[in-house]
C-alpha cells in the first residue's frame, strides 16, 4: 500500500491537478474506484469526508506550495524544542521530481489517498519509524535512523524525536521516506490468532456447502414445492442485505464491530440441527448473508490492519485443511453428515469471535487524545448508492462468485477432481490434488512475504486470468466413451490436468480477488460487490439445476441440460472478464515498473508468516504422515460374513439423502451393516457434485463399510448413477447408459446408466447389474435393457438390481412392460411381483408414495433368503436384500 505514497513522494508533490486528480477519483468511463478523500481519519477510516473529486482541494493538500498549511508550517516552532531545525523543516520543501514514479501514480494512487490527507493513517503518536532513505532537502536525517512519533497535527505532519537529533517537524510530503517498524507479534500468539481465523474460515467453507446441499434438496424434495415461494423470499432479502451496508454507510460500523458480526455465521451453524430441512436451510442462507458481512467487516478495516492480515492466513489454512480433514475422514465431510461435530465446529467459530472480541480487534489502535473529540461514525462511508462505484463492482462480484462457484463444484473434496475425469480413479489420485494445492498455497505464501507487489503487475493479471481459463476451457475435452451416449465431456487426462490447474492456481485468485475488494472498501462499494457475487452463486446454481433437471429446472434447461463442461466454460469467461474490466485490470504496470517503486516502499507485512507457515506445515507433516498411512491400511476390502451364502443388497439412496433432507451417511452404511450385504447395488447415487460442494456419497459409503466400489461413470456426465459395492473383488467392470426418455416431459435430464460387474464366488463367475429408470410412462428403456440381455447376458448366473417407476397405479407389474424382464431371458424375480397370480397389494418398496418400485432379479442361482427393510427411513426407498447360493451341477 505504501507504493503509491513513495511514487507520490518521488514526484514532490508537484502533479498537475488534472494528473492528481485522475490519480485519486478515477472518474472515467470504466466507472474506477472513486476512492473517497477525506479531511480527517480516526482508525484508519474516514471520518470527514472532503469534496470527492475536488481536483483543486487535492492538489492544495499535496502541494505545500499551494495550501495555507505551507504558511502555517512556520508557526509549529513554539511546539518544538529546537528552532534551529524547525526553521530548516519550513524553509525546505519536499524532495526533486522523480519522472517514472510520477508516471505510476495513477495506477497505484486509490490504494491510499494522497499524502496529506489521510496521513496520520500511516503514522500514529508512540509509533517508532526508521528513515529507508536520506530526506535530503535540508533535514538531517540519514538512512537507518530510528525515531519516535510524538504528536501529529491537524495537517498531518509529524513531530518527530531522534536519538541523535532534537525533536523536529517532519512534512507530511516526507513519510514515504520513513517505514514504521513493524513490532514482533509473539509466536504463541501468532499461532493463537491464526487457528481463530482459520476455524471461523472452516465455518465460513461449511456453510456455504451446507446452504449449497440443503438447497438442492429443496428442489427434489416433493414435499417442499409449497415453500418455494418463502425461499425466494429468503435470498432476494439475503441479498438486498449486501445492498443495505452501502446504502445505509455501514461499512464503518461493521468494520468496528468485526469480531461481533463473525460471532453470528458460526452460531447459527450451531444452530441449524433443526428437524426441518426448510427452517435449516433458511438458518443456512442467513448464516452465508452474514458470513459476507464478516468479510465486508474484515476488509473495511486499516489498510495497515492486522486484522486482515491474520484473516487470509485463516482461508488460505481452512482452504487446504478442510479437504485434508474430509479425506481422512473417508470422504465425508464429517461437519454436515454428522449433527455433534457441526455443533462442536460452530460452538468453536462462537468462542473464536468471542475471544477476538474480548481481546479487541486485532487491528485495534487507539487514537491519540487531541483525535477522540473529533471522532464520528459516518465519514466517507456515508450512504452512497451511485452509479460510479457499480461497475467496479460487477467486476469483482464476478470475479467472486465464479472463484467461489468453482471451488464448490470441484475443489471442495481432494477425491473430485480425479472423480471428475474417470469412473474408477486410482486410489492416491486424491495426493495429485493435494500437490497441486499446496503449490499454489505455498507459492502465494511466498509472494506474499518476499514480492507482494508482483500481484499488482499486469503479468500477474495475465497469468491469474489465462490459467483458469484455459482449465476450464479443458473440460470441453473427452476421454471416456460410454455405450449409447458417446464421448463424456469433461473426462480424461486432459480434464483432469485441467482440474489441477484450476486448484492450483485458486490460492491466487481468492489473493486477487481479495484486493479487488480491498480497494472496494475504500470507494464504499463494498457491499454492491457482494450484492453481484451473490446474484452470481444464484445465477451459477441456476444453471447447474439446468445441468442436472433439464426441463425440470426453473431457467435454461433446454440449453444447459447435460453440458456441465459448458457451465464451467462459463464460469472461467466471468473470472476473466471480471479480472480484466476491473478498473485496474487493463492498467497495471510492469513488474519492472513495479519494481522500482517496491524499492521504495515499506517493507511487507509477516507479524504472522511464521505462525500461518507452521500451521501449514504441521497440517502437511499429520496428513502425510498420519492421515495417508491410516487411511490405506483401512481401505483393505473387507472380506465376506458368510461364505456359504452370497447377500445381495438393493438401495436407491436418494443422491444422499434421508428423508429430512440431511445427508444420510451412517444411516445407509448401517442399514447395509445389519444386512452383511456382500454386494450391494446402489440407484440415485450420484451426489450432484456441481450443487453439492464435491459431496459423493459413494465414496463415503465404500470407505465407511471396508467395500470396493465402482462408480458407473465419470461424475462430469450429469447421471443418476448406478453405483456397485463389493467384498469380493471385482474380475470385469463395465457402464453404459439407455437412451433419453422421450416419452416424461418432467423427467431429469441426466443420463440413465446401466452399471456392470462380475465377481467370482466358490469358483463361479456371477453378473452383478444395476440400472434405474425413473420414467414413468416410456417404455423404451426398458425393452432396451430386456434386448441387451437376451442378446449379450444370456447364459450364466446373473443378477439384476432395478429402481424403476413403475407400475404407477396398484395393478400388477406382469401386465406393465416389466413383463419383458422375463420374457426370454430366464430371470425371475426375487418377491415374485412379476408373477401372474402374485396377491395385490405388493408389499411398498417406498416410503412416500406407498407402492412397490424396487425389485431384485436373478437367474441360474438357488434363492436363500429375502427381506425388505423399513425399520429407518435412509431414503425415501426402503433397503431390498436377498440371500443367493450358486447352484452345484
Not at 506550495?65 to 518544538?80: C, E, M
Request: aromatic letters at 8%; a negative charge.
Amino acid at each position: 500500500d505504501s507504493v503509491a505514497i513513495a511514487a507520490q513522494a518521488a514526484s514532490g508533490g508537484t502533479h498537475s491537478a488534472s494528473k492528481m486528480g485522475a490519480a485519486c477519483t478515477r472518474p472515467d468511463a470504466r466507472g474506477g474506484y472513486g476512492v473517497c478523500s477525506c479531511s480527517r481519519v480516526v482508525d484508519g477510516l474516514c471520518s470527514r469526508p472532503a469534496q470527492r473529486e475536488g481536483v483543486q482541494d487535492l492538489r492544495s493538500s499535496v502541494d505545500p506550495a499551494a495550501s495555507p498549511s505551507a504558511g502555517r508550517l512556520h508557526s509549529k516552532t513554539v511546539l518544538a524544542r529546537n528552532p534551529y531545525h524547525n526553521e530548516k523543516n519550513a524553509a525546505h520543501g519536499p524532495g526533486a521530481h522523480d519522472a517514472r514514479a510520477a508516471e505510476l501514480v495513477a495506477y497505484e494512487q486509490p490504494r491510499r489517498p494522497a499524502p496529506g490527507l489521510p496521513v496520520d493513517a500511516l503514522f500514529r503518536q508512540g509509533d517508532e519509524v526508521v528513515v529507508k532513505r536520506d530526506l535530503g532537502g535540508g533535514y538531517q536525517l540519514q538512512q537507518g535512523e530510528l525515531g519516535k512519533v510524538l504528536h501529529i497535527d491537524g495537517d498531518g505532519d509529524a513531530l518527530i524525536a531522534f536519538p541523535d537529533q532534537e525533536e523536529q517537524w517532519v512534512h507530511s510530503s516526507m513519510f514515504p521516506k520513513l517505514a514504521k517498524v513493524v513490532q514482533d507479534v509473539p509466536f504463541v500468539l501468532q499461532l493463537l490468532r491464526v487457528m481463530q481465523a482459520a476455524c471461523l474460515s472452516m465455518c465460513g467453507w461449511n456453510i456455504l456447502t451446507g446452504a449449497a446441499e440443503v438447497a438442492y434438496w429443496h428442489f427434489i424434495d416433493p414435499k417442499s414445492v409449497e415453500s418455494n415461494n418463502w425461499f425466494l423470499t429468503i435470498v432476494c432479502s439475503s441479498l438486498a442485505s449486501f445492498l443495505f451496508v452501502d446504502c445505509c454507510g455501514l461499512q464503518v460500523f461493521l468494520a468496528r464491530n468485526a469480531s461481533g458480526v463473525a460471532l453470528l455465521p458460526p452460531l447459527l451453524l450451531a444452530l441449524c440441527e433443526v428437524q426441518g430441512a426448510t427452517s435449516r436451510l433458511d438458518l443456512l442462507i442467513l448464516a452465508a448473508s452474514l458470513q459476507g458481512w464478516g468479510v465486508i467487516s474484515s476488509l473495511a478495516a486499516p489498510l495497515s490492519s492486522r486484522r486482515r492480515q491474520v484473516d487470509g492466513w485463516g482461508v488460505l489454512i481452512a482452504l487446504v485443511g478442510m479437504p485434508m480433514l474430509r479425506w481422512s475422514m473417508g470422504s465425508v465431510n464429517i461437519f454436515l453428515t454428522n449433527s455433534s461435530a457441526r455443533i462442536m465446529l460452530g460452538v468453536a467459530g462462537v468462542l473464536c469471535a468471542v475471544a477476538e472480541l474480548v481481546q479487541g480487534d486485532l487491528d485495534a489502535e487507539k487514537t491519540s487524545e487531541d483525535d477522540a473529540p473529533r471522532a464520528c461514525a459516518a465519514g466517507c462511508c456515508r450512504p452512497t448508492c451511485e452509479w460510479s462505484g457499480w461497475p467496479s463492482a460487477i467486476s469483482s462480484g464476478l470475479m467472486g462468485g465464479s472463484a467461489v462457484s468453482l471451488i464448490l463444484a470441484y475443489m471442495s473434496s481432494l477425491e473430485q477432481p480425479g472423480r471428475s475425469a474417470y469412473s474408477d480413479p486410482m486410489y492416491l489420485a486424491a495426493l495429485e490434488t493435494l500437490g497441486a494445492l499446496s503449490v499454489g498455497i505455498f507459492a502465494l505464501a511466498a509472494v506474499w512475504c518476499m514480492t507482494p507487489w508482483w500481484l499488482d503487475t499486469c503479468q500477474a493479471a495475465l497469468m491469474i486470468g489465462l490459467i483458469p481459463l484455459v482449465g476450464c476451457a479443458l473440460q470441453g475435452t473427452a476421454g471416456v466413451e460410454l455405450e449409447v451416449w458417446g464421448s463424456v465431456s469433461g473426462s480424461g487426462w486432459q480434464a483432469h490436468c485441467g482440474l489441477l490447474l484450476l486448484t492450483m492456481v485458486f490460492p491466487f485468485m481468492l489473493a486477487l480477488f481479495s484486493k479487488e475488494l480491498a480497494l472496494l472498501a475504500q470507494s464504499r462499494a463494498l457491499g454492491r460487490s457482494f450484492f453481484v457475487l451473490g446474484l452470481v452463486l444464484v445465477g451459477s446454481y441456476a444453471a447447474n439445476l439446468a445441468v442436472l433437471l433439464g426441463d425440470r429446472a426453473p431457467l435454461g434447461g433446454e440449453l444447459m441440460r447435460g453440458r456441465q463442461w459448458l457451465h464451467t466454460l462459463g464460469l472461467g469467461l466471468a473470472w476473466c472478464v471480471g479480472l480484466w474490466a476491473a478498473p485496474n485490470g487493463a492498467s497495471r504496470p510492469s513488474v519492472h515498473d513495479l519494481w522500482y517503486l517496491s524499492r521504495h516502499s515499506g517493507p511487507p507485512k509477516r507479524e504472522y508468516m511464521l505462525g500461518a507457515v507452521t500451521w501449514l506445515g504441521v497440517l502437511l507433516s499429520v496428513f502425510l504422515m498420519g492421515a495417508v498411512p491410516m487411511r490405506t491400511v483401512r481401505a483393505g476390502i473387507q472380506l465376506p460374513v458368510h461364505q456359504d451364502v452370497l447377500i445381495i443388497a438393493g438401495f436407491n439412496v436418494q443422491q444422499g439423502f434421508d428423508l429430512r433432507g440431511f445427508p444420510n451417511v451412517d444411516c445407509v452404511s448401517r442399514l447395509l451393516t445389519d444386512a452383511d450385504a456382500d454386494l450391494a447395488g446402489l440407484s440415485e447415487s450420484n451426489g450432484a457434485h456441481a450443487v453439492m460442494g464435491s459431496s459423493d456419497p459413494v465414496l463415503a459409503y465404500a470407505n465407511r463399510l471396508g467395500m470396493e466400489s465402482f462408480l458407473g461413470t465419470p461424475s462430469a456426465l450429469p447421471s443418476s448413477g448406478q453405483a456397485i459395492l463389493s467384498r469380493v473383488p471385482f474380475r470385469e467392470t463395465s457402464a453404459s447408459t439407455l437412451e433419453a426418455s422421450t416419452a416424461c416431459a418432467t423427467c431429469s435430464s441426466r443420463a440413465h446408466v446401466w452399471s456392470k460387474a462380475t465377481v467370482e464366488w466358490q469358483g463361479v463367475l456371477v453378473q452383478f447389474h444395476v440400472v434405474h429408470i425413473e420414467s414413468l410412462e416410456d417404455a423404451s428403456s426398458i425393452k432396451y435393457v430386456a434386448e441387451q440381455l437376451r442378446e449379450h447376458f444370456r447364459n450364466g448366473p446373473l443378477i439384476l438390481v432395478g429402481s424403476f417407476g413403475m407400475p404407477i397405479n396398484a395393478s400388477r407389474p406382469r401386465d406393465s412392460v416389466l413383463a419383458e424382464l422375463v420374457t426370454g431371458t430366464g430371470l425371475k424375480e426375487v418377491f415374485g411381483a412379476l408373477d401372474a397370480d402374485v396377491e395385490l397389494p405388493l408389499a411398498p418398496t417406498e416410503f412416500v408414495s406407498g407402492r412397490h418400485n424396487d425389485y431384485i432379479f436373478y437367474r441360474d442361482l438357488q434363492l436363500v433368503g429375502k427381506y425388505i427393510d423399513s425399520r429407518a427411513q435412509c431414503s425415501d426407498h426402503m433397503l431390498t436384500v436377498a440371500s443367493f447360493r450358486v447352484v452345484k451341477e
